[in-house]
């Protein structure tokens, strides 16, 4: 049973989904392009089945863990590794790690997430987490939190040139990746992230501030909603719908 409304067509995707996805559709030459020259000590994570309880049962006792991966070979292995445990949700860690694993830096990060909007229909954050709906939007909400996502990347724009945007299969992912970001002093971050707040974006001020230092990784499947989490381009982001868009619907919704 679903414990969440979502809108139309987005569903938890069982294991068999998972496998499926992980076995013929995660693209790894597109998550090799995503880092590019950043792929160096990149710990990768995943969460079995915190959210959806789904999960095989050999790893019960651990659907909840946050589980890190990062002795691999290669991607290849990262993707095994995944196999393996057939998460609802795969990350990587934002900090950057030198060789004796000392972390030297961190990406910076912006969260925009549909249950931080205020909806007409469903009310706020708080609201929902009165009914126990705190992971469940909405159509609305979704299209709220893309109009967000566009104002914030052009209010970066203003202090940063190399900024990504994701589509997390929920919300928005705003990343940085100008040089000067990832030597940012804890401090720094937290007056970011509080700056953004009051100018009234519905981000998630943990991430930015850089407390969670896990994001989804792009290219994987989200398997509370099944939806595949897709870098845009801002020129895309106005007509990008994410309940119809091929790009971020996997194989086993397109029959
Ligand atoms: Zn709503």
Redesign the pocket.
């Known amino acids: 049973m679903q414990k969440y409304d979502l809108p139309e067509g987005m569903r938890y995707a069982t294991l068999e989904e998972r496998k499926g996805f992980y076995l013929e559709e995660f693209d790894l030459a597109k998550v090799a392009a995503w880092f590019g020259e950043r792929l160096v000590n990149v710990k990768f994570a995943v969460i079995i089945g915190r959210h959806t309880r789904i999960f095989p049962e050999k790893y019960r006792d651990d659907a909840d863990t946050t589980i890190i991966i990062d002795e691999y070979k290669d991607l290849s292995d990262v993707r095994e590794q995944i196999i393996e445990f057939l998460p609802e949700s795969a990350y990587y860690d934002r900090n950057v790690y030198d060789a004796n694993d000392h972390k030297t830096g961190q990406e910076l990060a912006f969260d925009l997430d549909p249950e931080n909007v205020t909806?007409?229909?469903?009310g706020s954050l708080a609201d929902k987490m009165r009914r126990g709906q705190g992971l469940s939007?909405?159509s609305?909400?979704l299209d709220m939190v893309k109009q967000q996502a566009l104002s914030l990347h052009e209010e970066l724009e203003k202090e940063f040139s190399h900024l990504k945007i994701v589509y997390s299969g929920r919300g928005f992912h705003i990343h940085v990746f100008d040089e000067e970001a990832y030597t940012l002093k804890e401090r720094e971050r937290r007056e970011i992230a509080r700056s953004m707040k009051r100018k009234g974006f519905a981000i998630d001020e943990w991430v930015t501030a850089g407390e969670m230092r896990l994001i989804r990784l792009p290219f994987s499947l989200h398997g509370l909603v099944s939806r595949i989490a897709v870098p845009l381009e801002k020129s895309e982001l106005e007509r990008f719908d994410p309940v119809s868009d091929e790009r971020c619907i996997p194989q086993f919704l397109r029959g």
Do not use: M, N
């Not at 909806?119 to 469903?122: A, F, N």
């Open positions: 909806c007409p229909i469903h939007f909405c609305l909400e």
